[in-house]
């Protein structure tokens, strides 16, 4: 993907950041940037550590959220169709 840029377009795209956000702002944004990373980071891993829990609680025989076994007979909301169709 950037396998054709060479270091003379590596500054002329520092240059176009320079001009468009100034000198003064330049740390400030890549602050912002480096903390938005790391919460995005954070989210990524707290959602593959549920996704973890959930497949290991799905594999031990119950079903989340009712305490009774695969094999046994559930009334739970989300398993019942609704009364109405929604339209």
Same mark, same amino acid.
């Given at each position: 993907?950037?396998?054709? %840029?060479? /270091?003379?377009?590596? !500054?002329?795209? &520092? *240059?176009?950041?320079?001009? %468009?956000? /100034?000198?003064?702002? !330049?740390?400030? &944004? *890549? ?57």
């Amino acid at each position: 993907m950037f396998a054709g %840029l060479q /270091g003379w377009h590596l !500054l002329i795209i &520092l *240059a176009v950041i320079l001009l %468009l956000f /100034g000198a003064p702002k !330049l740390p400030q &944004l *890549a602050r912002s940037v480096g903390q938005s990373m790391r919460i995005f980071k954070s989210e990524v891993k707290t959602m593959k550590d549920e996704d973890g829990a959930e497949r290991k609680d799905s594999t031990d025989g119950t079903v989340t959220g009712t305490g009774t076994t695969a094999t046994g007979t559930t009334t739970s909301s989300a398993t019942t169709p609704p009364e109405t169709p929604i339209k």
